[in-house]
């Protein structure tokens, strides 16, 4: 039953009008909440943007307008470190968060508690989005949601009743992925030229948004030059300076 949810994700990106109650998405939050989370820290917020103007303003400051139009429920998913110097404060002790293993363990923390729940959320009927283009104007969404310094936001989730489905996206072959005892490179030519037939394929005959293209091609494209080095500088204006 899990294992057929999972491998029946595809994200959604256009949604039916219903807004998600607050008794929904705290129920979402408190299972998601049971994700392990690294020495316990619990390292996460989550703006829950019902705001229509703020909303919107997420949609354009992420570059992803069309998802947060139809979402029943915008969501922004923020590594916290706050929360813990204010524990610190408790016991008159000022905490270091200044570290680059806190912006892993953060990060870490964040997804673990996201997959969870977008897990529960598919698991009651609902499609969700990652908004990763949050990372796109990471200072201005901070300011719009009031982000504290030690708080960064890593990305937007939409959610709401699914109003399109999407097919699921062939994987990885699990031989490019999974290696026994060492690792081993000198297989991927083969299993990457494989993959690139199948995504050609599945992009070629899926219902909609139908192009020629592959797998390497595209991430040759995408990782050709840096992604979002503004980055760096502005984890350095919430408190880490990668020391
Ligand atoms: C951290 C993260 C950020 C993402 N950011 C975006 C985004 O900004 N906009 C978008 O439309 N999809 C975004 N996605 C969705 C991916 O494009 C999608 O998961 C991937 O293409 C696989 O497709 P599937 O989810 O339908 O299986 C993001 C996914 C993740 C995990």
Redesign the pocket.
């Given at each position: 039953m899990v294992e057929k949810l999972l491998r029946s994700?595809?994200?959604v990106?256009k949604y039916k009008d219903y807004t998600l109650t607050k008794e929904e998405v705290s129920a979402l939050v408190e299972t998601a909440q049971h994700a392990a989370s690294s020495h316990f820290v619990q390292a996460y917020s989550v703006i829950w943007v019902t705001d229509i103007a703020k909303k919107e303003e997420l949609g354009k400051l992420?570059q992803?307008p069309k998802?947060f139009e139809t979402a029943g429920a915008a969501l922004l998913l923020c590594a916290d470190f706050h929360r813990l110097q204010v524990a610190g404060k408790l016991h008159h002790t000022e905490i270091e968060i200044d570290t680059t293993e806190n912006v892993l363990v953060g990060a870490v923390d964040v997804a673990l508690f996201a997959q969870n729940l977008v897990i529960a959320a598919e698991a009651k009927g609902f499609g969700i989005?990652?908004?990763?283009?949050v990372r796109n104007a990471p200072a201005e969404i901070s300011q719009l949601v009031d982000l504290p310094e030690g708080v960064f936001p890593l990305?937007g989730i939409t959610l709401g009743v699914p109003d399109q489905q999407?097919e699921?996206?062939p994987r990885l072959p699990v031989a490019a992925v999974l290696h026994e005892n060492s690792y081993d490179s000198a297989k991927y030519e083969s299993l990457l030229t494989e993959y690139d037939r199948t995504m050609e394929e599945y992009y070629a005959s899926r219902g909609s948004n139908q192009k020629v293209a592959n797998w390497t091609q595209q991430m040759a494209e995408f990782l050709e030059s840096p992604r979002r080095p503004h980055i760096r500088e502005f984890l350095a204006s919430k408190g880490f300076h990668m020391k």
């Open positions: 994700h595809a994200s990106r992420s992803n998802q989005c990652f908004i990763g283009g990305f999407n699921v996206k």
